[in-house]
C-alpha cells in the first residue's frame, strides 16, 4: 500500500514559476516511474511529466517541455515538479502518480497510485 501526497500548490501570476512536491510512504515503495497528470476544469485528467524512479529517465509532454523539470529525491520518498514561466492554460489540480507495471504508456489507466491532488492557479 502506497501513499501520495501532493503539496506546492498555489496562485502564481503569468510568467511566474512554482514547486509541486509530492511524498510517498508505505510499507514498499519500489515503482517504475512516478510522474505529474493534471486536470483542469470541465476537461479530461493529462499526463504532464514522469521520472523512472531508479534510473532518473524523465519524459514531458509537449505543452510543458523547456519550462517544466521533473526530480527525485530517494532519501526522502520525494519527486518534485519545478514548473518556469507558468501560463493561465496551467491552471489545473496536479495529481502525483505511481507506475508499478513496465509499461511504456503515458495513459492514465497506466498508472496505479494518486495522490489528492494540489491546485495550481495562474494569473494574466
Known amino acids: 500500500h502506497v501513499q501520495l501526497v501532493e503539496s506546492g500548490g498555489g496562485l502564481v501570476q503569468a510568467g511566474g514559476s512554482l514547486r509541486l512536491s509530492c511524498a510517498a510512504s508505505g510499507r514498499t515503495f519500489s515503482p517504475y516511474t512516478i510522474g505529474w497528470f493534471r486536470q483542469a476544469l470541465g476537461k479530461e485528467r493529462g499526463f504532464v511529466s514522469d521520472i523512472g524512479w531508479s534510473g532518473g529517465s524523465t519524459f514531458y509532454a509537449d505543452p510543458v517541455e523547456g519550462r517544466f523539470t521533473i526530480t527525485r529525491d530517494h532519501a526522502k520518498n520525494t519527486v518534485y515538479l519545478q514548473m518556469n514561466s507558468l501560463r493561465p492554460e496551467d491552471t489545473a489540480v496536479y495529481y502525483c502518480?505511481?507506475?508499478?507495471?513496465?509499461?511504456?504508456?503515458?495513459?492514465?489507466?497506466?498508472?496505479?497510485?494518486w495522490g489528492q491532488g494540489t491546485q495550481v492557479t495562474v494569473s494574466s
Open positions: 502518480t505511481a507506475k508499478t507495471r513496465g509499461l511504456l504508456g503515458r495513459r492514465r489507466d497506466e498508472y496505479d497510485y
